[in-house]
């Protein structure tokens, strides 16, 4: 029994490195999303449109993409083992071959994801340094004005009406027969 058991392991272990490329690929993909914030904000600052808004909402939104891929692959792989190991011993190829390494390779990217973000935060903290505020005059500019529209005299009186209407009720349930009639209809 311990000889297979350590067959299994150097199995395990030789398997390893067949899905090498998976944590690279995804790397590349983090390191794209890192530098295609990093043109954006370049861009924004050129073009002197960059706000300390802009850089939180943009550094923000793809440091949590980054956060969410490096979380969920090893929620997956931890899913795909117990898949394996619920199918029983014939399925001991699959959970060896298969489950093990991306699961191993899965926490790597979860590592790398983590270092991906404090770069992320890194870059935010440089930017917002450049960043102009977001209540500087151009924004202001910019900003849209709403109009609200006030009720007209029809909708007033209407409105007046209603409001009489309902004292009116109100005063009559205060009426002592109001409750003499209540209490004859609870006993019906």
């Known amino acids: 029994m311990k000889s297979d058991q350590a067959a299994n392991f150097n199995l395990a272990l030789s398997?390893?490195?067949?899905?090498w490329y998976y944590p690279v690929l995804v790397f590349i993909v983090f390191i794209v999303f890192l530098m295609w914030v990093k043109n954006t904000l370049d861009k924004r600052y050129y073009e002197n449109k960059l706000t300390k808004?802009?850089?939180?909402?943009?550094?923000?939104?793809?440091?949590g993409v980054v956060d969410g891929i490096g979380t969920a692959l090893p929620l997956i792989g931890a899913a795909i083992i117990l898949y394996t190991v619920g199918l029983g011993s014939d399925t001991q190829e699959l959970f060896l071959h298969f489950a093990i390494p991306f699961e191993i390779k899965s926490l790597f990217?979860?590592?790398?994801?983590?270092?991906?973000?404090?770069a992320f935060d890194d870059m935010e903290i440089q930017y917002l340094k450049y960043a102009k505020d977001n209540n500087d005059a151009g924004s202001l500019i910019s900003s849209k004005i709403e109009f609200v529209n006030l009720p007209n005299n029809?909708?007033?009186?209407?409105?007046?009406?209603?409001?009489?209407?309902?004292?009116?009720?109100?005063?009559?349930?205060?009426d002592p027969e109001f409750s003499k009639n209540l209490e004859t209809?609870?006993?019906?």
């Open 15 to 19: 398997k390893y490195n067949d899905l």
């Open 53 to 63: 808004n802009d850089v939180t909402k943009l550094i923000d939104k793809y440091s």
């Open 109 to 118: 990217i979860l590592a790398i994801a983590k270092l991906i973000e404090s």
């Open 154 to 174: 029809a909708d007033i009186k209407e409105i007046n009406d209603l409001l009489t209407n309902w004292n009116q009720t109100v005063d009559k349930m205060k």
């Open 185 to 188: 209809i609870k006993k019906l």
